[in-house]
């Protein structure tokens, strides 16, 4: 089985940067598995921000950056502000059509 | 805008069955793969299965722990994708979502709100 690693929580300060990660428990996490990630606050759907490594949503700030750093890929968000206070869950292409979620970061801003 | 509306959810007794229905509407639907994710209360997001465009067959694939029970469709000339689920367990019970997958790309692009199903007795 599949295990998508991401820090259960994270606290940035507004105005600064932060940068979750996300990871596979038995492999490095590359390109090719596509990552891909989503904001969700309490009682909403999931909105999605980055998908293919790096390439933003319609309409998502470029606050919001997506990159692979070493072994994991990686969400930073830069200026970070108030309203980006939310759960962020990272997907991973596992190949065949199937898709894995790690089990997302709660990001605190104060 | 585009917008997908999930529909069907409720309280339901352990084995029943339950279908779910995703409507969309501002795009053409018979040119994407829908995705069906749930989220269980206090839970992360899990990825419960795929059908894709009739373009690409319209078939299915399903995550280890539906596949056998639920069953994904889709009626393009009503918009709309379905999620039948069968022989529930109270395991089921979560937030389902259905959500948008561009031609050619690995990543979900729209969502809908979700609808809540409760598996109890």
């Known amino acids: 089985q599949t295990v998508v690693t991401q820090e259960p929580s994270f606290s940035v300060s507004p105005g600064g940067t932060v940068t979750l990660t996300c990871g596979l428990s038995s492999a490095s996490v590359s390109t090719n598995y596509y990552p891909s990630w989503y904001q969700q606050t309490p009682g909403q759907a999931p909105r999605t921000l980055i998908y293919s490594t790096n390439t933003r949503s319609s309409g998502v700030p470029d606050r919001f950056s997506g990159s692979i750093l070493g072994n994991k890929a990686a969400l930073t968000i830069t200026g970070a502000q108030a309203d980006d206070e939310s759960d962020y869950y990272c997907?991973?292409?596992?190949?065949?059509?199937?898709?894995?979620f790690g089990g997302g970061t709660k990001l605190t801003v104060l | 805008d585009v917008q997908l509306v999930e529909s069907g959810g409720g309280l339901v007794q352990p084995g029943r069955s339950l279908r779910l229905s995703c409507t969309a509407s501002a795009f053409t639907f018979g040119d994407y793969h829908i995705n069906w994710v749930r989220q269980a209360p206090g839970k992360g997001l899990e990825w419960v299965g795929f059908i894709r465009n009739k373009a690409y067959g319209g078939t299915t694939e399903y995550a280890a722990s539906v596949k056998g029970r639920f069953a994904i469709s889709r009626d393009d000339s009503k918009a709309t994708a379905y999620l039948q689920m069968n022989s529930l367990e109270t395991e089921d019970t979560a937030v389902y979502y259905c959500?948008?997958?561009?031609?050619?790309?690995?990543?979900?692009?729209?969502w809908g709100q979700g609808t809540l199903v409760t598996v109890s007795s």
């Open positions: 959500a948008r997958l561009p031609v050619g790309t690995k990543g979900f692009d729209y």
């Open positions: 997907m991973l292409y596992l190949g065949s059509d199937s898709w894995v």
